[in-house]
Every structure is written in C-alpha cells, then in structure tokens.
T-cell receptor, first 110, second 111 residues
C-alpha cells in the first residue's frame, strides 16, 4: 500500500494545454518534494515545500502544499514536449526518510 | 564534480548468484540511501546511512545488505539473487536541508 497516492497515473495532452497532478495521503508530512524522472535516468528534484498552504512557482510549474500538509499538487501551464516525463511526489518526515508515490507519467504531444 | 555515480549500469544475474552495487558521491554529504524502483510502484527505500559508520533498514531490506565504506561510498549487496529483485536500483545522497541527489541507476535482471 502506497503511503502517497498520485493521480492520474497517466496523462497525455497536446502542447500548450495545462495539466495538474495530485498527490494525496492520510499522513502528515514535514516536507513534500516533487521530482521529474526521464527514461534511463535518476529522479531530479524540482521543488521542496515545507509549510502548510505554501505555493511555489518554477517558471511554468506551480507547486502547492495542502494546509494540513497531507496533500500537494503540481500544475503545469502551457505544457511543452520537454515537460514529458515521470513525475514523482515524495513525503518527508523528521527522520529525513522519504516515502514516494507511484508516479504520474506525463506525455506532451507536439 | 560528478555528483552521485553508480556501477554497474546494467547487470544480468542467475538466481542464487551474488553481486555488489557500488555508489559514490563527491558532495561531502552525510546521508546516503538505496532505493529500488519497480514499474508502477515509485521508489521504495531499502537501506539508508545517516552518517559514516551507521546503517539502518528501510521499507524493503530483506535479501539485501549494505556497507558504508567511508563518507563517499555506500554499497548494496545481494547475497543470493532472486527474480523478485529484478528492478532498477538508485543510490541517493543528501546533505543539509532537503537537497537530494540521485545516481543514474543500476538496471538488474535476475533470471
């Protein structure tokens, strides 16, 4: 059983469209991280959010941490083919160990 | 500055064979981790080392052992490989704060 549930599992959209990926849990986390992973490579950290209600923007990507620190979302505006990849959320606790969601595979068609 | 390096990149083993996966980081990080990634399951923590000389079990430690050889190196050993250990293995290191750096992975197939 995954501690963090990601939805949707797969997402295929046209270039220029917007998309949102969700990460939900019944557990409280001290931090929430989002990663992007490309085929044959390791995950690359995109952002860390630590405060309930926090919103962070990274160019066309917007990350939000829920008020209760149990859920998070990743929104991409005007998606580009370069945004294609596996997006993973990971919750951190005080022992610095991470629990990962199963991932969302995003495909942006040109 | 190479970050986190892993060897080998690919390996095929027969059931019952043993092997050691190597990981090294050049960022002077205290904490290092080994994860396995199975399709549709994200990453699951096998073992971690919070500092040189210490190791602890993660979520899925059965069938694995680890050694924190020094601050730079953290190895993962499979004593008797099983088909259920077929997956991609990632090494990760972290320093102060929330920065995490993953290696490129080792793709292992056990037949």
């Amino acid at each position: 059983t995954q501690l963090l549930e990601q939805s949707p599992q797969f997402l295929s959209i046209q270039e220029g469209e917007n998309l949102t990926v969700y990460c939900n849990s019944s557990s409280v986390f001290s931090s929430l991280q989002w990663y992007r992973q490309e085929p044959g490579e390791g995950p690359v950290l995109l952002v860390t959010v630590v405060t309930g209600g926090e919103v962070k923007k990274l160019k066309r990507l917007t990350f939000q941490f829920g008020d209760a620190r149990k859920d998070s979302s990743l929104h991409i505006t005007a998606a580009q083919p370069g945004d294609t990849g596996l997006y993973l959320c990971a919750g951190g606790r005080d022992d610095y160990k991470l629990s990962f969601g199963a991932g969302t595979t995003v495909t942006v068609r040109a | 500055n190479a970050g986190v390096t892993q060897t080998p990149k690919f390996q095929v083993l027969k059931t019952g064979q043993s092997m050691t996966l190597q990981c090294a980081q050049d960022m002077n990080h205290n904490s290092m981790y080994w994860y396995r990634q199975d399709p549709g399951m994200g990453l699951r923590l096998i073992y971690y080392s919070a500092s040189e000389g210490t190791t602890d079990k993660g979520e899925v430690p059965n069938g694995y052992n680890v050694s924190r050889l020094n601050k730079r190196e953290f190895s993962l050993r499979l004593e008797s490989a099983a088909p259920s250990q077929t997956c991609v293995y990632f090494c990760d290191s972290s320093g102060q704060g929330y920065e995490q750096y993953f290696g490129p992975g080792t793709r292992l197939t056990v037949t």
